[in-house]
């Protein structure tokens, strides 16, 4: 749940980007970094290590400002897709308030997003937190790559394997060109913030 600071009438919202490893979640932020920079007073934390682009995570705090007299701000955050970093996987996915599950359209990376999917319902449980209730926007990553030859997989291939049952809002996407990047951002803020929103108005925190 979101973190409500009454005195300072902020309220500070988690998205995590969640999916494989190299499928795209950093190239998002760091997309997003950019092209908002002189909304954004405080630098993105990365830390890399030699063979996963994130192992902990990135932070940018993006205002988006009031809602009711409170300033919401919120705080991105991606995860190691490798499996030998489940646990901090695991921990930053405490506290979620969205999640965009970046997909990596590359073929022979289908296992992975399918694993990575599993991964994430697994780990949300386990804070007692289940998918289908939490906002959440899929964005099947790298479709660029069709034009340089490279096999991907066709988006109602990704539907099926991830989305069918969920049917949340998805986008294709190519992160290094930031097509649909921005568009995804904004998505799952506002399902965000709508979902917060609704559970402030039923608590009467605002």
């Keep these: ?23 795209g979640k950093t190239t998002n932020l760091e997309y997003v970094n950019e092209k908002f920079r002189s909304r954004i007073h405080s630098e993105m934390v990365t830390v890399k290590t030699y063979d996963d682009r994130t192992l902990f995570f990135d932070f940018l705090p993006f205002d988006i400002g009031m809602v009711k007299g409170y ?5 991105f955050y991606t995860v190691p897709g490798q499996v030998k970093y ?3 996987r695991k921990l930053v996915l405490r506290g979620v ?3 965009v599950f970046v997909a990596d359209s590359m073929t022979l990376r289908q296992d992975m997003n399918i694993q990575s999917l599993a991964n994430l319902k697994e780990n949300l449980a386990a804070f007692h ?3 289908e209730e939490i906002p959440l926007v899929f964005q099947y990553n790298k479709r660029d790559l069709e034009k340089e030859g490279i096999p991907i997989l066709p988006v109602d291939v990704l539907e099926k394997d991830l989305n069918a049952q969920l049917k949340a809002p998805s986008y ?5 060109s930031g097509d649909n990047v921005v568009v995804t951002m904004k998505r799952i803020i506002s399902m965000t913030v709508m979902s917060l929103r609704e559970k402030l108005e039923l608590e009467g925190s605002v």
């Design 1 to 23: 749940m979101a973190l409500i600071n009454p005195k300072k009438r902020e309220v500070q919202v988690k998205i995590v980007y969640y999916g494989p490893g190299r499928g």
């Design 71 to 75: 300033t919401i701000k919120v705080q």
């Design 86 to 88: 489940n646990a901090t």
């Design 97 to 99: 308030d969205g999640i």
């Design 129 to 131: 937190k289940n998918i």
């Design 172 to 176: 294709t996407a190519s992160a290094i």
